[in-house]
Structure formats: C-alpha cells, structure tokens
Nanobody
C-alpha cells in the first residue's frame, strides 16, 4: 500500500523558513517522480517543485513563483523528499501536498497529470 506522509508544516512570519518532509512507503522509491503541490482556497492548484529520484541524482524543477527561494531534495535512505522553503511570503500560505508518479517528472506545469498517489496535505501559513 503506497503511503505518502507530509510533515514539517506550521505557521511562520514572512521572511521565515520551513522544511516540509514527504516520507514514502509501499513502493520503489528510486527512479520515480515526487512533486510538491499547493492549493489555497479560491485558487488553482499549483505545482511547486518536483524531483526525479534517480540513483544518480535527481533532476528538479520549480515554479517561477518559488525559484530562488525553495529547494527540493531527497534522501533515498529515508525514502523522503524535502522541500526547504526560505524567504516565505504570505502568498505561500496554502495546503501543501506531496505526490508521486512513475518514472521521470514532466516539469511542474505538467507533473500533476502523472501523479498516482497523494499525501493528505499539510498546512503552511505565513503571516505578514
């Protein structure tokens, strides 16, 4: 049974940092796409970042809104993908979900269509 469990969310002031974790189980972690998405009430779901968990290192992609501020990374020994979020802004407030799909990522604009399993989501709230 595939499970993705997010942790590390919470409330921070603008300019602060959080690190989200997505721990995966129930499938082969390596050589698949893991992506982070976010959605706020009344707004469209946005692909934030994705990483290919290849053994030789993961290719990554970021949305324009988070480039230079967020970093996605992986620790295969822990079957975990991280999203380091720096210089947080109030507009980053959302429910963040991790998700995974088979094979390589397609880029954050298209990764959604390749996702097969989703975590329950975790709240990130950034106050001004």
């Amino acid at each position: 049974q595939v499970q993705l469990v997010e942790s590390g969310g919470g409330s921070v002031q603008a300019g602060g940092s959080l690190r989200l974790s997505c721990e995966a189980s129930g499938y082969t972690f390596t050589s698949n796409c893991v992506a982070w998405f976010r959605q706020a009430p009344g707004k469209e779901r946005e692909g934030v970042a994705s990483i290919y968990t290849g053994a030789g290192g993961g290719d990554t992609d970021y949305s324009d809104s988070v480039k230079g501020r967020f970093i996605i990374s992986q620790d295969p020994t822990k079957r975990t993908v991280y999203l380091q979020m720096n210089s947080l802004k109030p507009e980053d407030t959302a429910i963040y979900h991790c998700a995974t799909g088979r094979g390589r990522c397609s880029g954050v604009r298209y990764d959604y269509y390749g996702m097969s399993y989703w975590g329950r989501g975790i709240q990130v709230a950034v106050s001004s």
